[in-house]
């Protein structure tokens, strides 16, 4: 079983744009030697955005709630909608609504200007507005990779049952993993990656307990989105998210290291608490290369992000 390392959510939630009312959970800018980006790595930065309620926009065709148009560099930002919808709009022409359930994955690359905002429909109605976003490492051979747009619907990823472990012969359903990018057992997630990732949305709705397999060799951390329950043992709820312990060494100078071994994450729901639970696991080979960023750009030598500056300032950006 892999073990705990530490819980985290003890962090104060602040607004992006007017939009996105986030706490910052991972930030690889932060110097914290119990949890910096070698803990984290390929994983940059993570923002929780808790279940928060919107009025009606009375102007929501012209001034939509979220952040004008911004670049990035270097990496790739992960944004998950959980309720609400997210209208997204960039400089290589991608553009389209992030409904409930579904997953934009946008390359940054060598460089991508883009906007985030409530949809139409969300700013016309309102109501509950919920979201995760994640920042990704590109290594150093992809940092300058052609940017690029995947838009993944909830209908396009695979959808796996989690069956109760505790009476496995009924073969109980307890739950479901959407898999988001990655590998289950020889299925693979609807998302393509630069590295090796498992992003895996996970919902448990009856009571009993299942376990969950990753691999050993990956830095692997788990998101309470909604809910509470007893992961190995220990009781999480909304907005913790949880540090596993430190994977076993990789061979840096294979292409494709293997996933064979596996650890488990058991994971036990109880009828006390109420609703369903909503978990984000994420697992990512380390990519092991040193990291230079600052605010949208993220490079691998200081001479890298001041170049970035540069050309972003006189109009090379993303060429």
Do not use: C
């Not at 790739?76 to 934009?104: F, K, N, P």
């Not at 979201?131 to 838009?151: A, D, E, F, I």
């Not at 069956?163 to 073969?171: G, L, P, R, T, Y």
């Not at 494709?256 to 369903?276: M, N, V």
């Amino acid at each position: 079983m892999r073990a705990i390392q530490y819980i985290h959510g003890d962090k104060a939630p602040h607004w992006v744009g007017d939009g996105f009312y986030v706490k910052t959970l991972i930030n690889h800018l932060e110097d914290n030697p119990d949890f910096n980006y070698n803990h984290t790595d390929p994983f940059l930065l993570f923002d929780y955005g808790e279940p928060t309620r919107f009025s009606p926009n009375p102007d929501y065709k012209l001034q939509p709630h979220g952040i004008g148009q911004h670049p990035h560099k270097g990496f790739e930002t992960v944004t998950l909608a959980y309720d609400g919808e997210i209208s997204h709009a960039d400089s290589t022409g991608g553009r389209g609504d992030i409904l409930e359930g579904d997953v934009q994955w946008m390359t940054a690359g060598r460089g991508i200007l883009h906007e985030e905002f409530h949809s139409e429909a969300f700013g016309q109605r309102g109501g509950i507005f919920s979201m995760v976003q994640l920042w990704v490492n590109l290594p150093s051979k992809h940092k300058l990779t052609g940017p690029k747009y995947q838009s993944i619907k909830r209908a396009d990823m695979p959808i796996i049952e989690l069956i109760n472990d505790s009476d496995a012969q009924k073969q109980t359903i307890i739950g479901q993993v959407a898999i988001i990018a990655g590998d289950w057992h020889g299925i693979t997630g609807a998302a393509t990656t630069f590295t090796p990732i498992n992003m895996w949305d996970v919902a448990l709705h009856a009571a009993g307990t299942t376990s969950i397999q990753v691999p050993n060799t990956h830095n692997t951390l788990l998101l309470i989105q909604e809910g509470q329950l007893l992961v190995n043992g220990t009781a999480v709820s909304a907005g913790d998210l949880i540090q596993f312990s430190a994977p076993i060494h990789v061979n840096t100078e294979s292409e494709t290291p293997s996933h064979s071994t596996t650890d488990s994450i058991e994971l036990t729901y109880s009828r006390d608490a109420q609703g369903i639970v909503k978990l984000l696991l994420l697992s990512g080979e380390p990519i092991g290369e040193p990291v230079a960023g600052y605010g949208p750009f993220v490079m691998n030598t200081q001479e890298e992000l001041r170049q970035a500056f540069r050309d972003y300032q006189i109009g090379n950006f993303g060429k």
